[in-house]
């Protein structure tokens, strides 16, 4: 079973269909035709320019090529995960890279060798670029919303930490409630998406198999398989970078350090 290749000419009809977009700003004065047209634009450009880098990508098939791929890929993910944080603290741009680094190719790998059985072959563009850019766009959502969330939640609650600390808590004592609730409210986008998979939604990976003649039970494995290893990617990835700044916040001598807090605005 073949898949049906699409030509210039039938994805600039689809992208025309954005003009209804452009049209219902214009009707309703949001004032988005702008912002409509250069999203539209970079859509374009910035996916040509992937698709002409994966392609020679694939064609060489070299580790050493994958490998910058994927540092540019992840570096590029934690950058975007700070941009999205309003609220930050003093070394958040270490911690994010770490975390990011550390979970998307933690579990990538593990899903890499054990799973997938590529042990030696790890770097083969077809299961490694996909799987990784996967785990980094949601694993960065995660870490951005956790780490908002802390820092709006001490900011809150700064009076009562601080009472706390006076009182004699130690510094996860005082910090334990506002570290849960960052590390739940970074969840919340995966879990709700896999609550709702395969009833509300079928996930782009899966629609991509299904278009390309897969196999609906081969390509139903392969999204779990990826959906776990995204839950698994984010819930390391923020976990990790509301520690490290939980860290950064609350030092040794079990003070909180609100100076290192400060806004994007």
Not at 209 to 220: E, R, S
Request: proline share 2%.
């Amino acid at each position: 079973m073949e898949y049906v290749q699409l030509t210039n000419v039938q994805v600039a009809l689809v992208a025309a269909l954005i003009a209804i977009n452009g049209a219902i700003s214009v009707a309703l004065k949001l004032q988005l035709e702008k912002t409509l047209l250069i999203a539209s634009l970079r859509t374009i450009v910035q996916l040509s320019i992937v698709g002409m880098c994966l392609q020679w990508v694939f064609t060489a098939a070299q580790w050493y090529v994958v490998l910058l791929l994927m540092s540019v890929m992840t570096m590029t993910a934690g950058y975007t995960a700070v941009q999205q944080t309003k609220r930050r603290h003093v070394g958040v741009w270490v911690d994010t890279l770490i975390s990011v680094w550390a979970s998307s190719w933690l579990v990538t790998g593990l899903v890499l060798i054990i799973v997938l059985e590529r042990a030696t072959e790890w770097y083969r563009p077809q299961y490694v670029i996909p799987l990784l850019g996967m785990v980094l766009g949601n694993t960065l959502n995660g870490i951005s919303l956790g780490l908002n969330s802390l820092g709006e939640t001490v900011i809150s609650r700064r009076d009562h930490i601080e009472g706390l600390l006076a009182l004699g808590a130690t510094r996860w004592e005082a910090a334990r409630d506002s570290v849960q609730q960052a590390v739940r409210t970074g969840m919340i986008p995966i879990v709700n998406s896999m609550m709702i998979v395969g009833i509300v939604s079928l996930p782009g990976m899966m629609t991509g198999q299904l278009l390309a003649g897969a196999d609906p039970t081969d390509a139903v494995k392969y999204q779990i398989v990826v959906m776990f290893l995204i839950a698994s990617a984010t819930a390391l990835g923020t976990i990790l970078v509301v520690l490290l700044a939980y860290r950064r916040l609350f030092n040794a001598q079990h003070q909180f350090r609100y100076d290192l807090l400060k806004s994007d605005k």
